[in-house]
């Protein structure tokens, strides 16, 4: 008899599940297996001296006697609840209990088949936050067997729709979307069966008739031994035709800087050719009655001549502007910054010499740029140096900061004020009276142009009187 018990206690111990045994009158616990002490925490000593309401505090001893009742009434009932154990350390954990009645020694006992639910009621609870969120998504949402069928959709398909829920799941793809018919669903579902994912942007149909353009994201997957396909729809009819309208913006945008790039071109022309009239015929003028006109009115004529060649300067700087801001150019050649900036040298060969400028030009890193834009930045600047140098010979440090890839064009210039650093670069702004130091005012601006069209920044740090510091941030 002992070797049968003992051989019984070994099989229970194997038991996934928690096994007790209570005396049917004291409740006090006779027996429990491995699988029991060990998810409660208790030694069998420990356990012996507890009864269920100890482990399950849910019930009271009045209410737990009254349950077990009709059980020891009816020897072959079986008795199923939901609970929660509570382990030795206070933590609990969700169990489903069987209790049947047995004869233990000859007396009645209780025998308690328990299942720890741990990892169902979590995989449970991950399933209703899925349904939740998926439930409630903002995009429509539905699952489709292999016959088209729809087997789930989301409240936001049916608003989308218009169908109701109900009406969805007895209605297939081909309703929705006359694009796939059963035959080409079928080669579909091949397709997605290999794939498993993809996009597409399809035509949806309405319950009243409209239509909608939609992004779907598809997912081919398994199930629980089914397969599916998924489809997580966003109407796209908005965004489509927002990219519409913006492409005929484009359109017109284009075509309205093509016309005002011609106007330019032909205005700055026509303009200048009168200009030049004007201003040789007044030339002319003061030659020829120079002995005659007094001392203002060869004034007059000289301001006259003065002010026809300040427009036409201004014209070239203006088209300069537009070739700057709108120029065709290829922006993927490889351009040596050095030799731009001894092109740029080379070009104001004259300007240096008159102004016996010092000019350094350091190691330059070669950019992606566009060649001829990239020579007119780097006149501008070192122009723009030797202009401003004051009562001083210019001396100008073009070079590289690679720490922050950064291109500078450093003098000694006269300096720009803090208040007035943040203008310099808008179109025909002056800091000085024409009187002081000519020019159009729209020197820097292009340099700016340039500079944007390349994806670069550029900024001055400069002191009055202490010279200043161009820096070109250069694209990564």
């Known amino acids: 008899m002992a070797d049968t018990e003992l051989d019984l206690t070994l099989i229970l111990d194997q038991s996934l599940d928690e ?60 008795l199923v609840l939901k609970t929660l154990h509570h382990r030795k350390d206070g933590s609990r954990y969700p169990v489903e209990v069987h209790l049947n009645v047995i004869g233990s020694h000859g007396k009645p006992a209780i025998c308690a088949n328990v ?7 979590a995989a449970e609870q991950e399933r209703i936050r899925g349904q939740f969120f998926l439930d409630n ?10 016959d088209g069928r729809f087997v789930y959709a989301n409240k ?4 989308m729709l218009g169908h109701s829920r109900e009406q969805l799941l007895q209605m297939r793809v081909v309703d929705i979307d006359p694009d796939y018919p059963p035959e080409v669903w079928k080669q579909w579902w091949e397709k997605m069966r290999v794939d498993r994912y993809n996009v597409v942007e399809t035509e949806h149909h309405r319950e009243d008739g409209s239509r909608l353009l939609t992004e779907v994201t598809v997912h081919f997957f398994e199930y629980a031994g089914e397969e599916y396909i998924v489809g997580v729809t966003r109407d796209i009819s908005a965004k489509a035709k927002y990219i519409l309208e913006l492409g005929e913006l484009n359109k017109e945008l284009q075509q309205t800087n093509q016309e005002l790039e011609r106007f330019a071109w ?35 004529i000289q301001k006259s001549v003065s002010g026809a060649i300040r427009m036409c300067s201004l014209i070239n700087s203006l088209l300069s502007f537009t070739k700057a801001s709108k120029q065709r150019a290829d922006f993927s050649e490889d351009v040596n910054l050095r030799y731009i900036a001894e092109t740029a040298c ?38 723009n140096a030797m202009k401003y140098s004051g009562d001083q010979k210019p001396k100008i440090e073009i070079g590289f900061q690679k720490e922050c890839n950064k291109v500078f064009v ?44 390349h994806h670069w920044s550029i900024e001055i740090e400069s002191e009055l009187g202490q010279g200043s510091c161009f820096l070109l941030k250069l694209s990564e």
């Open 346 to 383: 080379t070009d104001l060969q004259n300007q240096i010499q008159e102004s016996q400028a010092d000019i350094i030009i350091g190691e330059l890193p070669t950019v992606k740029g566009a060649y001829i834009l990239l020579i007119q930045l780097f006149r501008n600047l070192i122009s």
């Open 410 to 453: 450093k003098d000694s210039g006269i300096g720009i004020a803090p208040e007035y650093q943040s203008q310099i670069f808008e179109l025909f702004k002056r800091l000085h009276r024409r009187e002081e130091y000519p020019g159009t005012g729209l020197g820097l601006a292009i340099c700016k142009q340039i500079a944007d069209r």
């Open 19 to 78: 096994i007790y045994v209570f005396d049917a009158d004291s409740l006090l616990f006779i027996y429990a297996n491995r699988r029991a002490l060990t998810n409660l925490g208790y030694s069998m000593d420990q356990l012996k001296r507890l009864t269920p309401i100890d482990i399950a505090p849910k019930f009271n001893l009045a209410r737990f006697k009254q349950m077990l009742t009709p059980l020891r009434a009816d020897r072959e009932g079986n």
């Open 115 to 121: 299942r720890d639910l741990t990892e169902k009621v």
């Open 156 to 159: 936001a398909a049916t608003r």
């Open 137 to 146: 998504s903002q995009d429509a949402v539905y699952w489709v067997k292999e």
């Open 266 to 300: 032909i205005a700055s022309h026509d303009l200048q050719e009168p200009l030049r009239a004007i201003s040789g015929f007044l030339q002319l003028l003061e030659q020829k009655n120079r002995n005659s006109l007094d001392e203002q009115s060869l004034g007059y």
